[in-house]
């Protein structure tokens, strides 16, 4: 099983940008979907941005999109997410993912958007001030 540590989190003023990296351990990093969700004080964890396995397909939540970008770098067994033009509303813990699937049904988890078939690493805290 893929362990994984978030990295890069912290308190930057609106505006601003963070770069948020997850490092992966485990020969079959490159074999697996990775994703970011992240969770608001008394909120659901709700899902930010996904990538195939191969970076060939992205996937963003429509809050993030056209300022969030994912990637990942399967030599370095890491996936990033570019945090651009970050507001309050963006304050969140961070938590980076892995979707243990493949073939059709995990192309309509990720479709969905939902944490199906997912184990989380422990979060990293993003804090957005005004």
């Known amino acids: 099983q893929v362990q994984l540590v978030e990295s890069g989190g912290g308190l930057v003023q609106a505006g601003g940008s963070l770069r948020l990296s997850c490092a992966a351990s485990?020969?079959?990093?490159?074999?697996?979907?990775m994703g970011w969700f992240r969770q608001a004080p008394g909120k659901e964890r709700e899902f930010a941005a996904a990538v195939s396995w191969d970076a060939g397909t992205l996937y963003y939540a429509d809050s993030v999109k056209g300022r969030f970008t994912i990637s990942r770098d399967n030599a370095k067994n890491t996936v990033y997410l570019q945090m651009d033009r970050l507001k309050p509303e963006d304050t969140a813990v961070y938590y980076c993912?892995?979707?243990?699937?493949?073939?059709?049904?995990?192309?309509?988890?990720?479709?969905?958007?939902?944490?199906?078939?997912?184990?989380w690493g422990q979060g990293t805290q993003v804090t957005v001030s005004s």
């Open positions: 485990g020969r079959t990093f490159i074999t697996w979907p």
């Open positions: 993912a892995v979707y243990y699937c493949s073939g059709v049904g995990c192309e309509e988890i990720l479709r969905r958007r939902t944490p199906d078939k997912v184990v």
